[in-house]
């Protein structure tokens, strides 16, 4: 079956524009984060939906980040403003659900902000 | 804050010969992930440990959870070249519903003849 997909694979910006990145889940699965993975931070957690909940979004860095996430499936990463600090490869997973399960990744987005 | 570390970062390992490499994390979990990563590439799953005294093994690597050590294990026995690439731990904290990883830097091995 099809995995996590994300898009774009890559993506250049100038700094102060807007970006958004999307991720389309394992089907079925209720559970999505997104995380971060730069060369100086190593991988960072960002958001996190699971079904209808509330996201726990403490793992954004500031608020020029946001995500939303339709009819609990497909999730849009959207960064405002972009610094070039924001540079990095942005990845997306699912899970099935929230106790012990395992997390599977997609490609990932790399972000490139000039 | 739940802290995951990897030891040691960077292994040169010999083809044929068996290693083993750490993951120590900082408060009480009982979910812990191995992850392989190829340059460019995404995360690929490699093992699920649920309880303590897990023990996991697939082909040349094995797994293992303590969880009173706070320490994971992987054991590489007779590496080959496949082999050579960044493997991260990550943990799941005990705390809240959210499930979280929090990653190790990753430890990155190159399998040399």
């Known amino acids: 079956g099809a995995g996590v997909s994300q898009s774009p694979s890559n993506k250049v910006t100038e700094k102060g524009k807007d970006v958004e990145l999307r991720c389309d889940p394992i089907s079925g699965h209720t559970a999505l984060y997104w995380y971060r993975q730069s060369l100086g931070q190593g991988l960072e957690f960002l958001i996190y939906?699971?079904?209808?909940?509330?996201?726990?979004k403490s793992g954004l860095p500031s608020d020029r980040f946001s995500a939303e996430r339709t009819g609990g499936s497909v999730s849009t990463l959207t960064i405002q403003r972009t610094q070039q600090e924001d540079s990095a490869v942005y990845l997306c997973?699912?899970?099935?659900?929230?106790?012990?399960?395992?997390?599977?990744f997609g490609p990932g987005t790399r972000l490139t902000v000039l | 804050e739940l802290k995951v570390e990897q030891n040691p970062l960077f292994l040169s390992m010999q083809e044929g010969k068996n290693y083993t490499i750490y993951c120590n994390y900082s408060?009480?979990?009982?979910?812990l992930y191995w992850y392989r990563q190829d340059p460019g590439k995404s995360l690929e799953s490699l093992f699920v440990l649920l309880s303590n005294g897990a023990v996991k093994q697939e082909g040349r690597l094995m797994a293992s959870l303590d969880t009173k050590a706070r320490l994971s294990t992987l054991h590489i026995t007779a590496a080959v070249h496949d082999l050579s690439a960044t493997y991260f731990c990550?943990?799941?904290?005990?705390?809240?519903?959210?499930?979280?990883?929090?990653f190790g830097k990753g430890i990155t091995l190159s399998v040399r003849p």
């Open positions: 408060t009480t979990s009982d979910r």
């Open positions: 939906f699971q079904g209808n909940s509330a996201p726990d």
């Open positions: 997973a699912s899970s099935p659900g929230t106790s012990g399960n395992e997390q599977f």
């Open positions: 990550a943990v799941v904290g005990l705390t809240g519903a959210n499930s979280k990883l929090t």
